[in-house]
């Protein structure tokens, strides 16, 4: 799915990668920015990667225009990353 569970996606890659830049102003800039969509023409996004109903994995990036950049992701299974 995209952009269904923005503060999951924040929480694993966090989990999996600990706070490193994702520190809460951080978070807090990029959650308004995805609530905001089209502001400056930047949108951030979440990418969900779903075994039934259990989030396995998740990326987070932001587009301008039709240009994506990832800038980082979780997984909690083998292979859950594959769907990046």
Known sequence: ????CFDDVVNGCIRQHGQ?????????????IH?????RGVRVHSFEIW????????ELGYSVGACYTS????CTVDSAG???
């Open 1 to 4: 799915s995209v952009d269904m």
């Open 20 to 32: 490193n830049w994702l520190y809460p102003p951080m978070v807090k800039t990029l959650k308004h």
């Open 35 to 39: 609530q905001s969509p089209g502001a």
């Open 51 to 58: 075994e039934e109903e259990d989030l396995v994995g998740g």
């Open 71 to 74: 800038l980082t992701g979780f």
């Open 82 to 84: 594959t769907g990046k």
